[in-house]
Every structure is written in structure tokens, then in C-alpha cells.
């Protein structure tokens, strides 16, 4: 057997090897009505008919009618059922990794509701087993699996990082018992990080630190397991997604920790708390929540007192896809901007219907698509020029990273900022 | 039994055994095991799912285009129309003359509306770079089904020719697409077994500030 067919057989198996009834339902389907077309920011920015959902979701049934059905078996062409090929990957490469942010906005709105999101992680597993990730992308999980975290830190410039953010906030908050604890047993919270926040942001790990002083909250970060991001789930080879969520867990246990909240990272959350137990094919013995819930947790208990009027700028808020669309926090940072902000707008559409900042699916670290990532961006920069805002919240350093590119650009001149950050500004400590 | 309507029935219980073996499969296949704590109601969200979440005004898809929503589902109306008057001509069941009348009139509205879609796939650039042969076929089949229908509601001399071509359309139904008659009902609940798991469906809000 080739190299090529012994790939493909591996491919195949994505498709045979099915636990449920999910998969084998979606692939049988679609109607080919094209009217999730308007619902995908690729085809509305480029009209490419490549891009509409539809022609993603037939690329892989198209393989799995061909390999699966009695008529594409017999009668290939009646349903367009195609071989497995170097063509046909090339084609499930670009459209797969290179034209999906993997928002789910077609999903919802599809007539059928087929979930096409899921179909096309599904088609990006075929193409992992077959070993054609993008290398870009493919490195960001080799960088999180062999270092840690997916930026490569170094264990020693983290510290350092920390430290230094430390006399920072005892400074900020005028008490020299101000800390930011590292692996403390026993706490009550364990907090993670997007590992862009102490390599680029690490203001924000200040606002969380100074919110978790305010709260009186028993937290610790852990210096050897902090990532919050899994870039396996966009190349949904859960194999890797299982090393690095099973890191987290444990590193969870070995704490003792009570909850796990995760950062302001919408895939990040997404790949942890809804996808991590699957991947590691058990209940977590602890509670997991993000970050956006306990500031509305901390807010509704009166743990927090805020001063609105402090944020007084016109404040808009970008919903990350994962977080929201298919993650269920809806809701919460309305609330907390509601009593962290004095001026607020919605961009149209908004929640469940917001569309994708352009850098989600990977996006972001597939430079090869970054023309189209930056074209698809279009959508979102009218979204946020229409609202007059001047500062931009999102509660994804994802989304933060993709939102300043887009205001860069598109000369928007707003301020991007995470939820933590205007929470924190508000804060009048007591 | 008439030779036409021995043929009709051995087509209608082909297609019948072939979706139940579909159907099966479903069955057997099950649920998706989601090891992640579940944060909101099932039953409500599936249940969401087949009404709040069809509703035009939540989906794109209806609002952005609504005369192709309107003749997809006048169109779908008259084939749930045809497959029960399908029995009725088989049982020689007689129709009172009111619903017959209405049936005519709802059959020429679906007939016209699937040709509408048909010709909507011929020529819009964007759908016949999607579409593949078993699109069409699906299409003439359901329609001229439809019309058929129609036309023995008319003239019963018809009749013939009307459960030929019904048979046809048992035979062709778990070929292609058409499957969707049964695997749509599936799709709705696994979208609302995600989104309820989830806590995101039923939908309270989008999201408004509270």
C-alpha cells in the first residue's frame, strides 16, 4: 500500500468510525438550498462560491457518499460522490483550514440545521490524520505540547513577568500583602492564561490580579500549567487536544483546586470546559467556569464595588464565536458591562448572530490565509465604525489580537480591551 | 389489486424498509455521550429546536430570502399533502368536496412553487454551481409527484399514470437527497441536543443587556 492510501484509509476512518448518530445525520442532510451563503463573512466579502458553507459540508460528504453509499458507490455522479485524492485534500485544505473560522454562524442559520461547523472539524480530522495541517498552525501545538504553552515561554520569563506585575499591583492597590500566588495548594480558584497575555498583554493579568485582591478571592496561577488556549482543537486531532487539556486537569488536581476558570479566550473555554472531558473521556471532579461568569458572579454578590463612571468612552462589545454562539456565556458580560460602564452599544447583529472577528478557526496562526483573514475583516470593521464607539470590549485575547489588526487598518481609531480591564478600572477598593 | 397499484405498493415498501434500516441505524447509533457538565435543559432546547429556533424570524435563511422561504414551505405543505392523499387513493378513500377543492388549490400553489425552485436552480449562477444531477431529479420527482397528484384529484382516468410515477418516487426517495425526509427530523435534534447541552438554546435573548 502507498503512502497516499494508507493516509486516506486513515482519513476514511474519521468517517466509518462513527460513536454516534451526529455525524452520519449531518453528512445525509444538506438539500443544496445555498441559503447559508449570507451567512458566511468569506462568501459575503468575496462572493467566491467556493466559500459558501454548502460546498464545505459536499466536500466532505461527497467522500463519504463515494466510500459509505450505496449510490455513490454505484452511481458516483448522481450525487457528486468523489474519490479521496490529492485534488480533493488540496481543495479540503483550503476550504477547511484556509476558508472557516469555524464561527458557526451557518450552523444557526442554516434551514436544515446542520451543524457545519462541526463538519468541518470533522473534515480538518480527516485531513490531520492524513498529516496536512497546516505547518503554521500544526506548530503553535507542537510549541504547547512541547514547552508547556503555546508561545514557548520559558518558565524563568514568566516568573520574572509575574513578579514584576506583582509590585505593580501592590503599588496600584497600596498594600504590600497584595500578591499574585503561584501554585498555592488548597485555593479556591486555579487561573489560567492565554499565553499571549504575559508575552503582550500583561495588563490584563494585573486587572484579573487586582479583581481577584478586590474579591478577596483565594486564587492561585500554577507556573508550570497555565495555558488556557488548545490549538488542537482547530486541527481536531484530539489526540494532542487530549495531552493538553489532560495537563490542565491535572495540574487542577494536583492543586486541589475547588474551580478551574478560564481566561478571556473563547476557543480556549470552548476546548476546556465543553470539549476537554470528551477528549479525555471523563467527568471533571472540580467546577469549571470562565472568567466572564465570575465577574458577573463576583458583581451579583456584591464582592465587587464599581464605579461606572469611571469608564465614561462609548463602549461597544465584540462577541467571541466560541464563547458566545457556541458556548452559552451570553448574557453575563452584558451584565458586568452594565455595571463597569456608563455608555454602552451593541453592534448589529450581536450575540448569537454576532459575526466572527476573522482570526477564529486558527486564522490567526495560519499566515498563509492572512489576506483573506484581513479581507473577511471588512464585515467586522463596519460593524464596529457603525456603532461610534471608541473602545471595543471582548471578552477573547484572540479576538483582541484580530480586533487591533482590523482597527490598525481600517483606521477605525478605537481601543480594544478585554472585560477584565474595564472591570478592574472601575473597581473602588474599600 | 390493479397491476399499477401492485407496482406503487412494492415501491412504497422498498422505500419504507430502506428508511426504517436508515432509521435504525439512527437509533443504534445514538445520542452523542458528552462527558462535559451539562448546563442546560434538553428536552426544552429539542423541543426549541422544531419550533422558536424555525421561526423566520431566527434564521437568515427565511428572513434574507423570504420568497424562497414562502415556496419552500408552500412546497413541502403540498408534498405532506400528496403523501396523505396518496392513501387515500390507494384505499379509494373519497374526499369531501371542500377539502378537495382546497387541495387543488394548495397543489397548484406547491406545484408552482417547486417549479419556481427548479428553475431558481437552472439559473441562479450561485445554485447550479452547487447543485449535482441528483439535486434536479429530487426536484422533478417531488414535483411532478405533486402534479400527478393534482391531476388525479381532477380526472381520475389519470390514476394509472399517477401511481407509476409515485412508485418512481418511492423507488428514487432513498437514493438521493430526499432522504432528508427522515434525516432532517434527526439533524433538528442533535442541533438542539448542542445547543441545549450548552445552555445557549432555548434562546431567552440575544443577548440584551439586562
Given at each position: ?15 466509518t468510525?462513527q460513536q454516534d448518530s451526529k455525524m452520519v445525520t449531518y453528512l445525509n442532510s ?38 459509505c453509499t450505496f ?360 | ?11 412504497f415498501l422498498i422505500c419504507s424498509v430502506i428508511l426504517t434500516f436508515h432509521f435504525i441505524r439512527l437509533i443504534r447509533l445514538g445520542s452523542p ?140 426517495l432513498p437514493l438521493?437527497?430526499l432522504k432528508h425526509s427522515l434525516y432532517f427530523f434527526a439533524a433538528?435534534y442533535h ?20
Amino acid at each position: 500500500m502507498n503512502n497516499f492510501n494508507y493516509k486516506k484509509n486513515k482519513a476514511l476512518k474519521v468517517l466509518t468510525g462513527q460513536q454516534d448518530s451526529k455525524m452520519v445525520t449531518y453528512l445525509n442532510s444538506c438539500v443544496h438550498c445555498g441559503l447559508c451563503a449570507e451567512s458566511c463573512m468569506y462568501y459575503l466579502t468575496t462572493k467566491d462560491e467556493r466559500f459558501i458553507p454548502t460546498r464545505k459540508v459536499d466536500l466532505i460528504s461527497s467522500v463519504y457518499q463515494r466510500y459509505c453509499t450505496f449510490t455513490g458507490k454505484y452511481f458516483p455522479k448522481l450525487t457528486n460522490a468523489r474519490e479521496l485524492d490529492e485534488k480533493l485534500t488540496d481543495e479540503m485544505v483550503d476550504q477547511m483550514f484556509g476558508a472557516c473560522t469555524l464561527c458557526g454562524r451557518c450552523t444557526k442559520h442554516c434551514s436544515i440545521g446542520i451543524d457545519i461547523a462541526y463538519l468541518v472539524r470533522e473534515g480538518r480530522k480527516m485531513l490531520s490524520e492524513m498529516g496536512l495541517v497546516p505547518s503554521t498552525l500544526q506548530s503553535t501545538v507542537n510549541a504547547a505540547i512541547q514547552t508547556g504553552n503555546n508561545m514557548s515561554i520559558p518558565a524563568e520569563e514568566f516568573t520574572d513577568t509575574l513578579a514584576w506585575l506583582e509590585d505593580e499591583l501592590k503599588d496600584e492597590v497600596n498594600d504590600p500583602q497584595a500578591s499574585i500566588p503561584l501554585n498555592v495548594p488548597d485555593v479556591n480558584i486555579l487561573y489560567t492564561l492565554n499565553p499571549r497575555e504575559p508575552k503582550f498583554f500583561p495588563l490584563s493579568i494585573s486587572a484579573m490580579a487586582k479583581i481577584f485582591y478586590a474579591a478577596k478571592e483565594s486564587w492561585t496561577l500554577s507556573t508550570s500549567m497555565y495555558d488556557v488556549t488548545n490549538y488542537a482543537y482547530f486541527t481536531s486531532n484530539d489526540n494532542e487536544a487530549n495531552t493538553i487539556a489532560r495537563r490542565l486537569y491535572d495540574e487542577v488536581l494536583k492543586l486541589n483546586a475547588k474551580r478551574c476558570v478560564l481566561a478571556e479566550c473563547g476557543h480556549g473555554s470552548r476546548a476546556f470546559r465543553w470539549e476537554g472531558p470528551n477528549y479525555l473521556q471523563k467527568k471533571y471532579p472540580f467546577d469549571v467556569i470562565t472568567s466572564v461568569e465570575l465577574l458577573a458572579e463576583y458583581i451579583s454578590q456584591g464582592k465587587l464595588k464599581l464605579d461606572k463612571e469611571i469608564n465614561k468612552e462609548l463602549i461597544t462589545l465584540h462577541d467571541p464565536c466560541n464563547l458566545v454562539r457556541e458556548g452559552g456565556v451570553i448574557d453575563q458580560q452584558r451584565y458586568v458591562l452594565k455595571h463597569a460602564a456608563s455608555r454602552f452599544v451593541e453592534m448589529t447583529p450581536f450575540g448569537t448572530d454576532n459575526f466572527c472577528c476573522g482570526g477564529g478557526g486558527g486564522q490567526l496562526a495560519m499566515s498563509e490565509y492572512n489576506e483573506r483573514r484581513m479581507k473577511i475583516a471588512e464585515i467586522k470593521a463596519d460593524q464596529i465604525r457603525k456603532t461610534g464607539a471608541s473602545v471595543v470590549v471582548t471578552p477573547c485575547h484572540n479576538c483582541v489580537d484580530q480586533l487591533m489588526q482590523i482597527d490598525s487598518k481600517f483606521k477605525l481609531g478605537v481601543q480594544v480591551k478585554t472585560l477584565a480591564e474595564i472591570v478592574a478600572d472601575a473597581i473602588i477598593l474599600e | 389489486m390493479t397491476l399499477y397499484k401492485t407496482i406503487s405498493l412494492a415501491a412504497f415498501l422498498i422505500c419504507s424498509v430502506i428508511l426504517t434500516f436508515h432509521f435504525i441505524r439512527l437509533i443504534r447509533l445514538g445520542s452523542p455521550k458528552d462527558y462535559s457538565q451539562k448546563r442546560g435543559n434538553l428536552k426544552s432546547a429539542i423541543s426549541f429546536s422544531f419550533t422558536g429556533a424555525m421561526n423566520p424570524r431566527e434564521k437568515e435563511s427565511a428572513y434574507m430570502h423570504l420568497p424562497t422561504y414562502a415556496a419552500g414551505l408552500l412546497y413541502h405543505t403540498g408534498t405532506f399533502i400528496c403523501f396523505a392523499l396518496y392513501f387515500l387513493f390507494f384505499f379509494n378513500v373519497g374526499i369531501a368536496d371542500s377539502f378537495h377543492w382546497i387541495f387543488i388549490f394548495v397543489l397548484i400553489a406547491s406545484g408552482m412553487s417547486g417549479l419556481g425552485i427548479f428553475i431558481k436552480r437552472l439559473t441562479v449562477i450561485k445554485l447550479k454551481h452547487l447543485s449535482n444531477p441528483d439535486d434536479y431529479i429530487s426536484n422533478f420527482l417531488v414535483t411532478g409527484f405533486q402534479i400527478f397528484t393534482l391531476i388525479a384529484l381532477l380526472n381520475e382516468t389519470y390514476t394509472p399514470y399517477y401511481f407509476i410515477f409515485a412508485a418512481v418516487l418511492f423507488l428514487y426517495l432513498p437514493l438521493g437527497k430526499l432522504k432528508h425526509s427522515l434525516y432532517f427530523f434527526a439533524a433538528r435534534y442533535h442541533l438542539g441536543f448542542f445547543y441545549g447541552w450548552r445552555g445557549i438554546w432555548p434562546l431567552k435573548s440575544h443577548g440584551q443587556i439586562k
